[in-house]
T-cell receptor, first 109, second 114 residues
Framework: QQPVQSPQAVILREGEDAVINCSSS?????VHWYRQKHGEAPVFLMI?????EQKGHDKISASFNEKKQQSSLYLTASQLSYSGTYFC??????????FGTGTSLTVIP | NAGVTQTPKFRVLKTGQSMTLLCAQD?????MYWYRQDPGMGLRLIHY???????AKGEVPDGYNVSRLKKQNFLLGLESAAPSQTSVYFC?????????????FGPGTRLTVL
């Protein structure tokens, strides 16, 4: 039931780019992306709705391919503050919400 | 605004004991959720509510009960705690607009069942 995220973990140097993928086998209304720092609660980054839209937020952007039930999160010119675990959350009919298993991102100087 | 608050922050139970986790939000949100987070498993939905007086089962509801008697509160109960319920529990709330239904999370409750 949970969406599948890849990769499970990634280590970057400051300034490098990364892509995190989220894939679901079920039809989706929307995809959310969240970031969680160690010992803290998840924090919302962005929502993507059906229609294949893309969104941007500073140097973090995302896309949603409705036909493939896939979403990707793009982090460009990564900063130390980007470190954390990234979760995609998928909303399905009936207000059911399922999070992926997470991608651990570590940015090193 | 306090946002979403959870009590308690930490709790240790013995197998078979019961307890209730309280979640409160002051954003007038209709939707509320309870998740558990285990290492390598991400966040898994236990129960959720789409309005006062309503509840529904999520992905892993067994061993838990919930109640939403007031719009601002969502209670999660464990009737007979088991070691498998050792986890971090997060509550979240959101509005109803599909365009803007980001979830706001509480700080979490770390529960250990011995």
């Amino acid at each position: 039931q949970q969406p599948v995220q890849s990769p499970q973990a990634v280590i970057l140097r400051e300034g490098e780019d990364a892509v995190i993928n989220c894939s679901s086998s079920k039809a989706l209304y929307s995809v959310h992306w969240y970031r969680q720092k160690h010992g803290e609660a998840p924090v919302f980054l962005m929502i993507l709705l059906k229609g294949g839209e893309q969104k941007g937020h500073d140097k973090i952007s995302a896309s949603f391919n409705e036909k493939k039930q896939q979403s990707s999160l793009y982090l460009t010119a990564s900063q130390l503050s980007y470190s954390g675990t990234y979760f995609c959350g998928t909303e399905r009919p009936g207000n059911q919400f399922y999070f992926g298993t997470g991608t651990s991102l570590t940015v090193i100087p | 605004n306090a946002g979403v608050t959870q009590t308690p922050k930490f709790r240790v139970l013995k197998t078979g004991q019961s307890m209730t986790l309280l979640c409160a939000q002051d954003m007038n949100h209709e939707y509320m959720y309870w998740y558990r987070q285990d290492p390598g498993m991400g966040l898994r939905l236990i129960h959720y509510s789409v309005g006062e007086g309503t509840t529904a089962k999520g992905e892993v509801p067994d061993g838990y009960n919930v109640s939403r008697l007031k719009k601002q509160n969502f209670l999660l109960g464990l009737e007979s705690a088991a070691p498998s319920q050792t986890s971090v529990y997060f509550c979240a709330s959101s509005g109803t607009s599909r365009n803007n239904n980001e979830q706001f999370f509480g700080p979490g409750t770390r529960l250990t069942v011995l």
